[in-house]
């Protein structure tokens, strides 16, 4: 082994301590806040709390209430879920099948699944929210399937990057034995699958948690999801409670980091398998 | 004969296909079509359109509204921050691939940012930009300059980790052979930065910049929360500026329609562009 050198030892660690101090910095001053009277926010925000603007969890209480964030983080937590489970198996079952039927006109529906990545949600925006409203898809369980509609361009092309991997003759073999084809795809191919089915499910449950415009457009008045509870916090022209909005800023961190301590190692895999792929 | 055989999958499409094809119909296609139609058309309900021609477009590009504005304030934000998040992403996994104890802690703290949230990112920031220039007797909304320096720097913190977690992932890839060769040949580390190292993850910075380009083109979230356009409108971002003649300008919906439309081919042209030139980059090497 040859020696480190000075550098590699001590000069870079020092550096990228400095810049991972840099990138929490943020955070910390809002956990801080979080804690402190709601003037003292404002006028204040780098000063730590002390005495006579320590104000305990009476921010948390607030905030908790002011957006009913209990319920938010429900309708998030099962809007996420059932919506990313919907566009694993539905947008697997989709490339599979566009993959192993070539015609023009799968190939056609391929194209037609990337070209939707690429545009913008506001070209949509207004008349996706009319044809929700007319087809009676403004409720939690209607946005599930737009969701699905959204999220399938990314899904179904990176699954058809996977699905040409995975080789012929073990499908042919499970139609000799007398599979269905839905057989074959869900007792042989799927289970091949499974390292994809972890990126796709990684990158759409990021991109659903934390949309805001969607579920605002959609449900938004009705079932508020934690982007849109926090939103309506902040109000129209109204005074904002300072207080109560650092302490669900926190709330709001803490699943995710949660979520990311532990799947840490699937999440890092992900996104970068989500790229290659690309 | 044998190969004519229609493939059995084939009578499958309802059931493989048919439930991602109608929820893609009804969220993107249908609206998409509409959308298209309704940008020559004034309405105020979808239902109520009027057939107009091309004068949503002639209003859109018209002095009279603040479309050519946050044209030209989302152009610069994309190059700037496209470039900035680039090389601070790729100068760390240069970093992050070398023997450095901790290199796993600190990979994790710089991906934080990404997990979270625009509206809480724009939150967060809010206060820190704010609780800075007010020592200066300035507030975020004073000047669009604050708001565009502030989204500069926010999407820097948000999308720096996730670039740099692709170009390590790309970094990893490369051969240690090649690398050996190239200090057996003499190569210093400039020479073997440029001949060696970028040309091998061409395919990481084809995919990071169609990543970093395409998202701070459609950069809504973060702009909302942050400064929502102010001061007048002017750090409104093309997204906001959309988003606004929507919903807060009765009777304008046809020309957001329209604007929309332009957004949509500015930001498909662009991307499809940088596809082709970094592929055939690629290729080249």
């Known amino acids: 082994m040859p020696k480190k050198s000075i550098t590699i030892k001590f000069i ?20 801080m806040n979080s804690f402190k009277t709601k003037f003292s926010i404002a006028n204040t925000p780098f000063v730590p709390p002390n005495s ?40 697997a079952m989709a490339a599979w099948f566009l993959t192993r039927v070539k015609t023009k006109f799968t190939s056609f529906l391929y194209i037609l699944f990337v070209f939707s990545m690429i545009i913008p949600f506001q070209m949509v925006m207004f008349t996706m929210s009319k044809t929700a409203n007319t087809l ?26 996977f699905v040409k991997s995975v080789p012929l003759s073990l499908e042919e073999a499970a139609t000799i034995d007398g599979c269905r084809p839905l057989q074959t795809f869900f007792l042989v191919v799927f289970p091949l699958l499974k390292p994809t089915a972890v990126t796709v499910a990684i990158l759409n449950a990021m991109w659903i948690w934390n949309d805001y415009l969607l579920p605002y457009l959609v449900i938004g008045s009705d079932y508020k999801t934690i982007p849109v509870a926090i939103q309506y916090l902040k109000g129209g022209y109204g005074s904002v409670d300072m207080g ?30 989500g790229a290659v792929k690309g | 004969m044998e190969n004519r055989k229609v493939n059995p999958l084939k009578k499958y499409f309802p059931v493989f296909v048919g439930p991602t094809l109608i929820a893609f119909i009804i969220a993107f296609f249908i609206p998409f079509i509409m959308g298209v ?34 044209l030209w304030f989302t152009v610069k934000f994309v190059v700037i921050s496209v470039i900035s998040v680039n090389i601070f992403a790729f100068l760390l996994a240069l970093l992050l691939t070398q023997d450095i104890c901790g290199r796993n802690f600190f990979r994790t703290v710089f ?7 625009g509206i809480v990112l724009g939150y967060i920031w809010q206060l820190i930009f704010n609780g800075i220039l007010m020592n200066y007797g300035y507030t975020l909304t004073s000047n669009e300059n604050f708001g ?23 970094l990893q890839n490369i051969p240690n052979s090649i690398l050996e060769a190239a200090k057996v040949d003499g190569a210093g580390k400039t020479r073997t930065l440029f001949n060696i190292i970028i040309p091998n993850v061409m395919p990481s910075i084809t995919i990071c910049l169609f990543l970093t380009i395409t998202n701070s083109f459609k950069l809504f979230d973060q702009n909302l929360a942050l400064t929502a356009g102010a001061p007048a409108n002017k750090s409104a971002m093309l997204a906001l500026d959309i988003y606004k003649t929507f919903y807060s300008k009765s009777g304008w919906e046809g020309v957001g329609q329209a604007k929309a439309v332009i957004f949509s081919v500015l930001v498909g042209v662009i991307a499809l562009l940088q596809l082709y030139l970094t592929r055939r980059k690629e290729q080249e090497y």
Do not use: R
């Open chain 1, 136 to 161: 009676g898809l403004d409720n939690p369980i209607g946005i599930i399937f737009l969701y699905l509609g959204f999220g399938s361009g990314l899904s179904v092309f990176l699954f058809s990057g």
């Open chain 2, 111 to 117: 991906f934080i940012p990404n997990l979270i949230g």
């Open chain 1, 52 to 91: 006579a603007t320590f104000a305990g969890v009476e921010n948390y209480i607030n905030g908790l209430a002011d957006t009913n964030f209990l319920s938010a983080f429900f309708w998030s937590l099962f809007i996420t879920v059932f919506s990313v489970l919907l566009i694993v198996i539905c947008s």
């Open chain 1, 12 to 31: 870079l660690p020092a550096l990228l301590s400095f810049l991972a101090a840099v990138f929490i910095f943020p955070v910390i001053i809002i956990l």
């Open chain 1, 244 to 273: 109560a909005m650092m302490a669900v800023l926190i709330l709001a961190i803490i699943p995710v980091v949660v979520f990311y301590l532990l799947g840490q190692k699937h999440i890092i895999k992900g996104v970068a398998a």
């Open chain 2, 148 to 170: 565009f320096w502030g989204l500069v720097i926010l999407i820097n913190w948000q999308m720096i980790g996730y670039m740099m977690v692709i170009y390590i992932a790309g």
């Open chain 2, 37 to 70: 139609y309704l940008s020559f058309a004034q309405f105020k309900t979808v239902s109520d359109a009027v057939f107009v021609g091309l004068k949503n477009y002639i209003t859109v590009f018209s002095n009279s509204d603040g479309f050519l504005n946050s």
